[in-house]
């Protein structure tokens, strides 16, 4: 963000009460306190108010702000702007010094240099100079026993890529490009005035230090061209769905000797008709009988990783009740986590006539229905 004159003018450390070496939470709490005292809702027709509310806004939309706060801090060091220029006790020329006319100066123009940014104008020139690809995306579907266990794949892309011809640098095969003459290679011409120093891209090479004067028939001087690639990505083990997998440097090429960009491969991950995923760990249901739930049982039930595991059920288990086992979930560099079964108990949906019969005998042994507390009949 381009400094604005007003920063020159006010001081937004006072306008919120804070020091300014105050922390951004102290910053953010001052200004919430006083947000909520000076709002017009709290304050109806109170003119003064509104105003001081809307001072409070500005001052916390710069100081609140890391960049825009690192910026005005630096323009108050340079002291009080004067009502003409620079010149003037107490402005930046000091007295006698050399003055500017603000009233009809571009600040971002005039400041550029002090925050690496040389002006609007200088920053259309370096966007011809040496610029970083584009970063990519990638979408890509597995399933979820691929997705547990981790897998190499190849994805096919068409994008930006290092022309084959002058392999990426712009020029003829058999030549190179040449340093620029107008400012000896450096990109950057410098204009000294008085106790300031400007820099600005070369207009010769656009600030890239070098000029090809043989530019390759194939990709015409940029060192790009678009074409189908492969590119190979390890898919870890655990990968949850959604999950972005960072490949740094196998985006869309970059232009004029710029880096690559980076591709991102969005993974879906398919569910599974077994297991289910919670976190890290691995989630089953497992269906049970009430003779199985009422007198106990070994249970085997099997895991992701091929080693099925048995799980002892003690008598009166109720429907519902999970069990862990220690380890065989989503395994990750720090943790593996667990896999959780759930015992459901099955209950039949018809019975034979000898089935009924050994219920409803069973029933004539068994406490009365358990929903007395209920206080109903």
């Given at each position: 963000?381009?400094?604005?004159?007003?920063?020159?003018?006010?001081?937004?450390?006072?306008?919120?009460?804070?020091?300014?070496?105050?922390?951004?939470?102290?910053?953010?709490?001052?200004?919430?306190?006083?947000?909520?005292?000076?709002?017009?809702?709290?304050?109806?027709?109170?003119?003064?108010?509104?105003?001081?509310?809307?001072?409070?806004?500005?001052?916390?939309?710069?100081?609140?702000?890391?960049?825009?706060?690192?910026?005005?801090?630096?323009?108050?060091?340079?002291?009080?702007?004067?009502?003409?220029?620079?010149?003037?006790?107490?402005?930046?020329?000091?007295?006698?010094?050399?003055?500017?006319?603000?009233?009809?100066?571009?600040?971002?123009?005039?400041?550029?240099?002090?925050?690496?940014?040389?002006?609007?104008?200088?920053?259309?020139?370096?966007?011809?100079?040496?610029?970083?690809?584009?970063?990519?995306?990638?979408?890509?579907?597995?399933?979820?026993?691929?997705?547990?266990?981790?897998?190499?794949?190849?994805?096919?892309?068409?994008?930006?890529?290092?022309?084959?011809?002058?392999?990426?640098?712009?020029?003829?095969?058999?030549?190179?490009?040449?340093?620029?003459?107008?400012?000896?290679?450096?990109?950057?011409?410098?204009?000294?005035?008085?106790?300031?120093?400007?820099?600005?891209?070369?207009?010769?090479?656009?600030?890239?230090?070098?000029?090809?004067?043989?530019?390759?028939?194939?990709?015409?001087?940029?060192?790009?061209?678009?074409?189908?690639?492969?590119?190979?990505?390890?898919?870890?083990?655990?990968?949850?769905?959604?999950?972005?997998?960072?490949?740094?440097?196998?985006?869309?090429?970059?232009?004029?000797?710029?880096?690559?960009?980076?591709?991102?491969?969005?993974?879906?991950?398919?569910?599974?008709?077994?297991?289910?995923?919670?976190?890290?760990?691995?989630?089953?249901?497992?269906?049970?009988?009430?003779?199985e739930a009422a007198l106990g049982t070994d249970l085997t039930v099997?895991?992701?990783?091929?080693?099925?595991?048995?799980?002892?059920?003690?008598?009166?288990?109720?429907?519902?009740?999970?069990?862990?086992?220690?380890?065989?979930?989503?395994?990750?560099?720090?943790?593996?986590?667990?896999?959780?079964?759930?015992?459901?108990?099955?209950?039949?949906?018809?019975?034979?006539?000898?089935q009924r019969e050994a219920l409803e005998s069973l029933a004539t042994?068994?406490?009365?229905?358990?929903?007395?507390?209920?206080?109903?009949?």
């Amino acid at each position: 963000m381009a400094p604005q004159r007003e920063w020159f003018e006010k001081d937004y450390y006072s306008v919120l009460g804070v020091s300014s070496t105050a922390t951004p939470k102290e910053i953010t709490r001052a200004y919430r306190k006083l947000a909520r005292e000076l709002h017009p809702d709290a304050n109806p027709g109170d003119a003064a108010a509104e105003e001081r509310f809307k001072e409070v806004s500005a001052a916390y939309d710069v100081v609140g702000d890391e960049t825009k706060r690192a910026e005005y801090d630096e323009v108050r060091r340079m002291g009080p702007m004067p009502g003409a220029g620079f010149g003037g006790p107490g402005g930046f020329g000091g007295p006698g010094g050399a003055t500017f006319d603000f009233e009809g100066a571009d600040l971002g123009d005039l400041l550029g240099g002090l925050f690496g940014g040389g002006g609007r104008r200088g920053h259309r020139n370096r966007s011809r100079g040496p610029q970083r690809g584009a970063d990519l995306e990638s979408e890509y579907h597995a399933s979820f026993r691929d997705a547990f266990a981790g897998f190499e794949t190849s994805l096919h892309l068409t994008s930006d890529a290092a022309c084959s011809t002058c392999r990426g640098s712009g020029s003829k095969p058999g030549t190179a490009p040449v340093p620029c003459g107008q400012c000896g290679g450096r990109g950057v011409l410098d204009d000294n005035q008085g106790m300031f120093s400007f820099s600005s891209p070369c207009p010769s090479c656009a600030g890239a230090g070098q000029v090809i004067t043989d530019p390759c028939s194939d990709c015409r001087g940029t060192g790009v061209t678009k074409r189908n690639r492969e590119v190979k990505v390890r898919i870890p083990a655990g990968v949850a769905d959604g999950q972005r997998i960072r490949l740094k440097g196998r985006g869309a090429a970059g232009r004029n000797g710029g880096p690559a960009g980076d591709l991102y491969v969005i993974v879906h991950v398919a569910p599974d008709a077994v297991f289910g995923r919670d976190g890290r760990n691995l989630t089953l249901s497992v269906p049970i009988s009430f003779t199985e739930a009422a007198l106990g049982t070994d249970l085997t039930v099997p895991t992701l990783d091929g080693k099925a595991v048995t799980l002892r059920i003690p008598a009166g288990t109720p429907s519902g009740k999970v069990f862990r086992v220690k380890g065989r979930g989503v395994a990750s560099a720090k943790s593996t986590g667990d896999l959780l079964v759930t015992v459901q108990v099955s209950v039949p949906a018809k019975l034979t006539d000898e089935q009924r019969e050994a219920l409803e005998s069973l029933a004539t042994t068994l406490p009365s229905a358990p929903r007395e507390h209920l206080g109903v009949a």
